[in-house]
T-cell receptor
Framework: DTAVSQTPKYLVTQMGNDKSIKCEQN?????MYWYKQDSKKFLKIMFS???????INETVPNRFSPKSPDKAHLNLHINSLELGDSAVYFC?????????????????FGPGTRLTVL | QKEVEQDPGPLSVPEGAIVSLNCTYS??????FMWYRQYSRKGPELLMY????GNKEDGRFTAQVDKSSKYISLFIRDSQPSDSATYLC???????????FGEGTQLTVNP
């Protein structure tokens, strides 16, 4: 029933490992995002895909690679994990706000994946 | 300098108080202004949005945008313990899907 779901919810791993986080949305949205939220609650966009195509790619290390097999899924793979990667990662998807001529997109967030790198 | 500045708090108020949360920004291209609420260990959820300048009211919540001052506010009347959360302002330009967030203000409403 959940609109935007992420797995796993918690991820604890050793430095140097490779891990993946999965995201799925059942809202029929075309655009999906990955955000990183640090310990100070600052939420920063990492990537955005529209209909499986990359449209936003912020300055993120190459160790982070998003993959969108279809428009309902956007997964995040992280190679060679570092201590600084510890954060909460949020997936989101978006829908234009109705009634606005040039619509901005309301974004719906998943519950987050809390990544701890030891 | 960050594009969006928001006092992280924490802010603690008694139940029933009026709460004022604010953000300033530097990018004149921002046209859509939003407030997201994030409960502990949950994802942010959209609370209110406004387009360009003006006020918008929804129940106990009022959002204000002053583009001339590059300043936005969220007021919460008759605050309740259930309003305890982190409030994040966010904004974007016309046609843009890239949201720029403030740092978030942590609010606690004490019964």
């Amino acid at each position: 029933d959940t609109a935007v779901s992420q797995t796993p919810k918690y991820l604890v791993t050793q430095m140097g490992n490779d891990k993946s986080i999965k995201c799925e949305q059942n809202l029929g949205h075309d655009t999906m995002y990955w955000y990183k939220q640090d310990s100070k609650k600052f939420l920063k966009i990492m990537f955005s895909y529209n209909n499986k195509e990359l449209i936003i790619n912020e300055t993120v290390p190459n160790r982070f690679s998003p993959k969108s097999p279809d428009k309902a899924h956007l997964n995040l793979h992280i190679n060679s994990l570092e201590l600084g990667d510890s954060a909460v990662y949020f997936c989101a998807s978006s829908l234009p706000i109705p009634g606005l001529r040039e619509a901005h997109n309301e974004q719906f967030f998943g519950p987050g994946t809390r990544l701890t790198v030891l | 300098q960050k594009e969006v500045e928001q006092d992280p708090g924490p802010l603690s108020v008694p139940e029933g108080a009026i709460v004022s949360l604010n953000c300033t920004y530097s990018n004149s291209a921002f046209q859509y202004f939003m407030w997201y609420r994030q409960y502990s260990r949950k994802g942010p959820e959209l609370l209110m949005y406004t387009y360009s300048s003006g006020n918008k009211e929804d129940g106990r919540f009022t959002a204000q945008v002053d583009k001339s001052s590059k300043y936005i506010s969220l007021f919460i009347r008759d605050s309740q313990p259930s309003d305890s959360a982190t409030y994040l302002c966010a904004m974007t330009g016309i046609g843009g899907s890239r949201l720029t967030f403030g740092e978030g203000t942590q609010l606690t409403v004490n019964p």
